[in-house]
């Protein structure tokens, strides 16, 4: 039983192209992200959504478009990519109090040519 | 703001030999901190957290992380390093503001395990 799902595991494409990353949950979470992680391994939250509500945006380019169609699920679309959106993106739910673990999906590595 | 500092970026260490990874962190209350570890290629596993109560926090894999607010830190340590531990590690800090909490990484440290 996978607890953090996310499709595809590896997305290679052009310059300019759109393309979406999907994320499901099975574990009954409120509150899902999409993180960044840069080629030095850097992790930057982009977005949260509870309750297929959006409660954080951090100053990402509005070329990113999360998706939440029901709380299980937190997809993410990125229009007109670009070299510098190359990086793992991931996933991850939490069941609602700060205090709470997140868990991680196992990752997109998203390469742009 | 919140943020967090991971000083060593690279460690190497044997096995069998004990590991403190540093964490200091910034943040204007109690703060949330955990410790995260990503294997080669895998999405991130939580380590331990602290939030409240004892300050010398156990976690799995036989880590174990001390919060000290006079000093701002929240260490890693292992007493003795298995092979199966090289990976990298990440600190996070994080607040209680109801659903908007979100965490802040540190950097990362890479440890390499040598036998």
């Known amino acids: 039983d996978t607890a953090v799902s996310q499709t595809p595991k590896y997305l290679v494409t052009q310059m300019g192209n759109d393309k979406s990353i999907k994320c499901e949950q099975n574990?009954?979470?409120?509150?899902m992200y999409w993180y960044k992680q840069d080629s030095k391994k850097f992790l930057k939250i982009m977005f949260s959504?509870?309750?297929?509500?959006?409660?954080i945006n951090e100053t990402v380019p509005n070329r990113f478009s999360p998706k939440s169609p029901d709380k299980a699920h937190l997809n993410l679309h990125i229009n007109s990519l670009e070299l510098g959106d190359s990086a793992v993106y991931f996933c991850?739910?939490?069941?609602?109090?700060?205090?709470?673990?997140?868990?991680f999906g196992p990752g997109t590595r998203l390469t742009v040519l | 703001a919140q943020s967090v500092t991971q000083p060593d970026i690279h460690i190497t260490v044997s096995e069998g030999a004990s590991l403190e990874l540093r964490c200091n962190y910034s943040?204007?209350?109690?703060?949330?901190l955990f410790w995260y570890v990503q294997s080669p290629g895998q999405g991130l596993q939580l380590l331990l957290k602290?939030?409240?109560?004892?300050?010398l926090v156990q976690g799995i894999k036989g880590f174990e992380a001390e919060f000290k607010r006079s000093q701002s830190s929240f260490n890693l340590r292992k007493p003795s390093v298995h092979w199966s531990d090289a990976a990298e590690y990440f600190c996070a800090v994080g607040g209680n503001t109801g659903t908007a909490s979100k965490l802040t990484f540190g950097t990362g440290t890479r440890l390499q395990v040598t036998l």
């Open positions: 991850a739910s939490r069941s609602g109090g700060a205090g709470d673990e997140q868990f």
């Open positions: 959504y509870n309750n297929k509500e959006l409660i």
């Open positions: 602290y939030f409240s109560g004892d300050t």
């Open positions: 574990l009954g979470h409120d509150t």
């Open positions: 943040y204007g209350a109690t703060p949330y």
